[in-house]
């Protein structure tokens, strides 16, 4: 079955950087537009990237805006986002997320914990 994994997480002091990848598996990841959402301790899940099947960033969150970078290799069935200079606020559980524009099939990771603390 499809499957996306999650990985790159984990404690970083304010100010330090993580990558975070994901991996896509068993479908067609070309035909997916990719996202990248959070959620914080008693928050909703927010949206913080979104990728086109062609690797257009057409969202980023504004809190994360000149912090983080959201790319995709279509050879490599993978997201990346870098997240520079990050903050307190940014610890949540980072997911990805693959929407096919045409089928709307969508599918979810399973989650990378982020925690961002001194």
């Known amino acids: 079955q499809v499957q996306l994994v999650e990985s790159g997480g984990g404690l970083v002091q304010p100010g330090g950087s993580l990558r975070l990848s994901c991996a896509a598996s068993?479908?067609?990841?070309?035909?997916?537009?990719m996202s990248w959402y959070r959620q914080a301790p008693g928050k909703e899940r927010e949206l913080v990237a979104r990728?086109?099947?062609?690797?257009?960033?057409?969202y980023l969150a504004d809190s994360v805006k000149g912090r983080f970078t959201a790319s995709r290799d279509n050879a490599k069935n993978t997201i990346t986002l870098q997240m520079n200079s990050l903050k307190s606020e940014d610890t949540a559980i980072y997911y990805c997320k693959a929407v096919n524009p045409w089928t709307s099939l969508t599918y979810w990771g399973q989650g990378t914990q982020v925690t961002v603390s001194s």
């Open positions: 990728i086109t099947t062609g690797g257009t960033v057409t």
């Open positions: 068993k479908l067609t990841f070309g035909e997916y537009h």
